[in-house]
Structure formats: C-alpha cells, structure tokens
Nanobody, 123 residues
Framework: QVQLVESGGGLVQAGGSLRVSCAASGRTFSSYGMGWFRQAPGKEREFVAA????????NYADSVKGRFTISRDNAKNTVYLQMNSLKPEDTAVYYC????????????????WGQGTQVTVSS
C-alpha cells in the first residue's frame, strides 16, 4: 500500500516556474514507477511525465517536453515535478500516481493516486 500526498501548487504568472512535490508513505515506494497527470476543468485527465523506480528512464508528454522535469528521491520517498516556462494552458489539478509498469503513459496502469494539487497560471 502506498499513500500519496501532493503539495506545492499555487498561482504563478505565465513564464514563471513552480515545483510540485509528492510525498509517499509505505516502504515499497522505491519499487514503483511514478507519474504525474493533470486535469483541467472540463477536460479529461492527461499524462504529464513519469519516472522509473531506478531513475534510469523518464517519459514526457509532448506538450511539456523541454519545460518540465520529473525527478525522485527514494531516500525521501518523494517525487518532484519542476515546471518552467509555464503557460496558461498548464492550469490544472496535478496528480501523482504510482505504477508497476515502468514509465507508462496510461492512467489505467497506475494503482495509487494522490488527491491532487491545483496549479494556476495567469496570463
């Protein structure tokens, strides 16, 4: 069992940066690949980024490549999403999730989810 709690969301101007974090409880955190997803109002939840359990592999949605960076610290049971050059279209609730399927983009492969943190980018 893994419990996930996101933090670090907030309001930022376009072009700015923000880092969101996801703290996990449970001794098996380091066994899971971790992903970030987001859901904007009226839209379906979409994949943002994922990182493998051993930090060797990452995967990004085309819309965030070159702007967002996912990382993790297994000693701290925490995964991060550094977001730079933010755009108004990045506004969404950001969720972290855990999977045993590497760096998959499919939300159906993620078995544990956090409650989400709101990120709002003003123009």
């Amino acid at each position: 069992q893994v419990q996930l709690v996101e933090s670090g969301g907030g309001l930022v101007q376009a072009g700015g940066s923000l880092r969101v974090s996801c703290a996990a409880s449970g001794r098996t955190f380091s066994s899971y690949g971790m992903g970030w997803f987001r859901q904007a109002p009226g839209k379906e939840r979409e994949f943002v980024a994922a990182i493998s359990w051993n930090v060797i592999s990452t995967n990004y949605a085309d819309s965030v490549k070159g702007r967002f960076t996912i990382s993790r610290d297994n000693a701290k049971n925490t995964v991060y999403l550094q977001m730079n050059s933010l755009k108004p279209e990045d506004t969404a609730v950001y969720y972290c999730a855990a999977t045993l399927r590497g760096v998959t983009q499919s939300q159906w492969e993620y078995v544990y989810w956090g409650q989400g943190t709101q990120v709002t980018v003003s123009s």
